[in-house]
């Protein structure tokens, strides 16, 4: 082979090799592992895996620091299968038009004024019969169907302050935002401290539960900018705040997690769902959240004001529970079992019963004289 045969051979294997390459690089990449919500998970090894909550009895939130995402290969997934049959939590697309990030900063969050209780001039003035003590039993359950229990719950006793949290966001995101929620709120009550500038037009009281919400805002939307996988990680949240010498209940509220009363038998939903129903959406995506904590750098807070007379039952929960039993089935348990602990053990029984197919929290409390002292339990 001469010197020109060797050249136009080296050219045409060049240009063989230059198409191989192209096709290699127009190849389809190979399907990837992907979360609850269709988002890809990343691998990071140096992350360790958060601690599983417990199916038990929770007093307090978590003090340590809120958990590091776990490695991809350590995170279950949902096959497809399941992932039909399990409602997966998600924000409305109309709600996606977020404002830009902006640097950390607690804002004055707009609040929703809602009064259940209203009082007039002629109400008698308070006295030794008004007075009142709150005693809470709370559990939380991760139900049948998923891998993980990104519901979070507080009882502060001490603030008379109640919470429940339900997550969202692929790579363990849900679990990390709802925790971050009530931790801010713990830290918020037990030191007496609350960011951002207070409200002008509600009670003071009400102003410090929205403040610690809002706080609860800005740290998770912090925390989703740390890590690529965490971004659009959020949580509900239904909180409540007593002031018993004030004779009052405030109630904060972010989603579809909800406060129902049962007073003199009559069973009363507090909340209302912030999903894209309320703004006319039917069908499935009826469903998704309208409103969520960690999206947006502020989101409107429901404030609901009421008024607590003794032998009030409260009830918090997450969707988990709402999703499998209605209204009148858990007012039909509420009314039966006397024993609190029985009671919440029961209504999550009955939501495992009936598919169990979301986390399951439930956190119950009474109103009580102030000499009031419990009962032993019967479920102990």
């Not at 971004?231 to 018993?244: I, K």
């Amino acid at each position: 082979m001469d010197s020109g045969e060797i050249a136009l051979f080296a050219v045409a294997l060049a240009g063989v090799a230059g198409v191989a390459y192209a096709m290699g690089k127009r190849r389809p990449p190979e399907p990837s592992s992907s979360t609850a919500t269709g988002e890809p998970t990343t691998t990071d090894d140096d992350d360790e895996a958060p601690a599983e909550p417990a199916k038990a009895e929770q007093t307090k939130a978590e003090e340590e620091e809120p958990p590091k995402p776990a490695a991809a290969d350590d995170i279950p997934k949902l096959n497809e299968e399941e992932e039909n049959d399990v409602d997966v939590t998600k924000v409305g697309a109309a709600a996606s038009s977020a404002p830009p990030a902006s640097m950390r900063k607690v804002m004055l969050a707009p609040v929703v004024l809602i009064t259940k209780d209203e009082r007039t001039d002629s109400d008698p003035p308070m006295s030794t019969s008004d007075l009142f003590l709150v005693h809470a039993t709370a559990q939380t359950d991760t139900g049948l169907r998923r891998k993980r229990n990104e519901d979070s719950l507080l009882v502060l006793d001490s603030s008379h302050v109640f919470a429940v949290a339900d997550g969202m966001g692929g790579y363990r995101g849900g679990e990390i935002a709802s925790r971050l929620a009530v931790k801010a709120l713990s830290d918020a009550f037990a030191k007496n401290e609350f960011e951002g500038p207070p409200h002008q037009s509600i009670a003071p009281e009400a102003s410090e539960l929205a403040r610690a919400i809002q706080t609860a805002n800005t740290d998770i939307l912090d925390f989703s900018k740390q890590k690529k996988e965490l971004e659009g990680m959020g949580t509900t949240l239904c909180a409540v705040r007593f002031s018993p010498n004030k004779r009052s209940l405030y109630i904060g509220h972010v989603g579809d997690s909800r406060c129902y009363r049962m007073r003199n038998g009559v069973f009363t939903m507090l909340t209302n769902d912030h999903t894209m129903a309320e703004h006319g959406v039917t069908g499935p995506e009826s469903q998704h959240l309208s409103r969520a904590l960690g999206i947006w750098p502020t989101v409107p807070i429901d404030i609901v004001t009421a008024e607590p007379k003794r032998q009030d039952v409260y009830l918090l929960c997450s969707d988990g529970l709402t999703k499998m039993l209605n209204d009148d089935l858990i007012a039909t348990v509420l009314r039966g079992e006397e024993d609190p602990k029985a009671a919440v053990e029961r209504l999550i029984l009955f939501a495992n019963s009936r598919g169990g197919k979301d986390n399951i929290t439930v956190v119950l409390i009474r109103v009580v004289p102030p000499n009031w002292t419990p009962a032993p339990s019967k479920s102990e």
